[in-house]
C-alpha cells in the first residue's frame, strides 16, 4: 500500500503489458472459441493466507487446485485473468516426457535420475488427462503427437531414440515412422520420417486452463484478475503488494514464466522470455484438409525453432512458427507464420488466416524447467521451454506436494542444474537473440 503505480513507460517494457491490452485475450483462434467461465475481482484490501500464487497459468492454476483439494487457504493473483498468458496462447501439445531427449539425460545425469525424470514426464501427461476427466472440462483433448524429421541423420536419431523408450522404458505406446508411414499422415514432402507417441495428446489449451481455474474456485481458491503484483517483501510471512491491495502469506508461489520481468532477479537469472507465433487459417473443406494431416493428431518438427501444427474442431489448420527475442511482436505476424507454413504446405499458398497471435513463453539455458525453493517460504517454478502443457501443470502439483511435506518429485526437479543466462540487464536478450539467430540461420541452411 502507498507505493505509486507503475508508469507507462514501465508498463510498455514489461512483456505483461508490450503486446497486450490490460484484462483482455489475445485475437486467437482459442479466445473466439472459449467456454463460458467466471471472471474474477480485482484485489483491492488486505488478507492473508496460506498460499500466495502470482501467476494463473498452468503452473499457479494446477497448484492452487491441488493445494486446495488438500484443505490449504490459497490466494491467486494475476496481472490480467487466469490463461491469459502462454497457457492460453500455446499449441495444446500435452507431449512425451522432457523437453530433452532421454538419450541425453542418461547422459548428463546418470541412468538412475534419468529414469525418475522419464517418469515424471509421464506422470505430467497422465495428469492432465486426468485433470480433464475428474474436473469435467471440455477442452477437446485427444491422443497423437507425431515427431516429424527432415533429414536422414535426423531420421536415425529419432529411431534410436524410439528403440530405447520401447525397449528400455516400456514404452509400447511410441512407433517409429519411415518416408511412407509419415507422408500418408502428414501431406508434405518435407518430412521423410519420424516417430508417432499414442500416449501423448493435445487440447485446446485456454479451455483447459479456465477449467482448472474454475475447479479452483469451487473448491475455495480466491482468484484475482487484474491484480498485478509489484513488490514482494520477504520473510517468515511474505508480502505480497499490488496496486490497491497486499497479501500476507505463509508461503509463496512465483508462477510467471516468461511474464516475470523484474519481480525476482534469482528467478530472471535463470530463466529469459522468447516470444512465439501461431495462426489459424480459414475453415479448410474436406479436400485440403485431408491433404494435411490424414489423422487428427499433432504435429511437432525437428527444426531448432519448431514448427508444430494440428487440426481445429472446425477444421482449421492451427499452424505455430516463427520466434522474435524482444519485448514487441513483429509487425506482420502473419507473414510471420506463413513463411514456415508454405514451406511445408505450399498446398496452402491461397489460404487465408483468420486469426494470428503471439505469446511469450521462458526458456532454460539446458531446456529443463526450473524449480526452486528460493528461501524458508518462496518457490518457483518456470522455463518449461516450449513443452509447458503437460510439465507446467505437474510443477504445481510438485510445489504443492513439497509444501505438503511430500518432496520426492520436488527433490529430483529441484537437482537439475540451471545454468544462468550469460550477460547482465540490456544485454542479456542481445544475446540470446544473437544465439537464436544462429541456430535459426542452421535452419535454414538445413544443417
Known sequence: MGKRAPSLKCLKMNLLFSNDKQGQLPNSWYAASVNQHKRYKTLQTRIRTDVCIIGGGFTGLSAALHLATAGVKVVLLDAHRPGWGASGRNGGQVANGQRVEQGRLEKE???????????IGQDAKELVGSLVSKYSINCDFKPGIVHACFSEAEVKEELKNTANLQKNYGHSDIHSLDKTQIQNIIGSKSYIGGSIDWRSAHLHPLNFALGLADSASDLGVEIFENSLVDKIAYGNKNIIHTKHGQVEANYTIIACNGYLGNLN???????????????????????LKKSILMKDIAVADSKFVVNYFRLSRDNRLLFGGGESYGYKFPKNLEATVRKPMLRIFPQLKSIKFDYTWGGTLAITMGRMPYLSRLNNSTYSASGYSGSGVAMATMAGKILCEDILGENGRFKTMSSIITPNFPGRGALRSPLLALAMTWYKMRDELGF
Request: aromatic share 8%; charged share 25%.
Open 109 to 119: 545425469y546418470g541412468e538412475l535420475a534419468a529414469r525418475s525424470l522419464w517418469q
Open 265 to 287: 532477479k534469482e528467478i530472471s537469472k535463470k530463466v529469459m522470455p522468447i516470444n512465439n507465433f501461431i495462426a489459424a487459417t480459414e475453415v479448410l473443406n474436406d479436400s
